[in-house]
Structures are given as structure tokens and as C-alpha cells.
């Protein structure tokens, strides 16, 4: 059976730091070096303060790498 282990730690972070950041952005600071400041990729965090202002709210948004599909099967 196959495992995969990741070998660098992006797309880990936890979800108070990017909610903070998020907070921050909106607030008035600037995405890259708020971004830069958090350890964030400014493109991510850009992303969700996008999705911040126009739902208003990201409490029930999927943080971080979720599980990854199954291509091949256990059978063969």
C-alpha cells in the first residue's frame, strides 16, 4: 500500500492566525505584508478575505489542505 508523506509544511496553518490576518486586512493593512508578517502565502489570504467580505463570515470555511482523493483503488 502506498503512503504519502508531505515534505513541507505549506498549507499548514492554524486558523486563528488566518483569521487574524484576515481581520487585520480588512481593517485596512495590506495583504502582502500582512501575508509576510503571518507566514501566509498573500495569495491564500487574499483569497479569504475575499470570501470574508462578500459572505461576511468564514466560520465554517475549510482551512488548509483537506484530505485527498483516492485514484487507484486497494484491489489491485
Known amino acids: 500500500m ?3 508523506k508531505k515534505k513541507t509544511d505549506r ?3 492554524r486558523r486563528e ?8 486586512v480588512i481593517g485596512g ?6 501575508a509576510r508578517d503571518f507566514g501566509l502565502s498573500y495569495n491564500t ?3 479569504y478575505v475575499q470570501n470574508k467580505q462578500k459572505d ?3 466560520e ?7 484530505s485527498h482523493r483516492k485514484i ?3 484491489e489491485i
Do not use: H, Q, W
Not at 492566525?17 to 487585520?24: D, G, N, S, T, Y
Not at 493593512?29 to 500582512?34: M, N, R
Not at 465554517?60 to 483537506?66: C, H, R
Open 11 to 13: 498549507g499548514t496553518f
Open 29 to 34: 493593512a495590506k495583504v502582502k505584508p500582512t
Open 2 to 4: 502506498r503512503n504519502c
Open 72 to 74: 487507484l483503488t486497494d
Open 56 to 58: 461576511g463570515y468564514l
Open 60 to 66: 465554517k470555511a475549510a482551512f488548509g489542505y483537506s
Open 17 to 24: 492566525i488566518m483569521m487574524e490576518a484576515v481581520e487585520l
Open 45 to 47: 489570504l487574499k483569497r
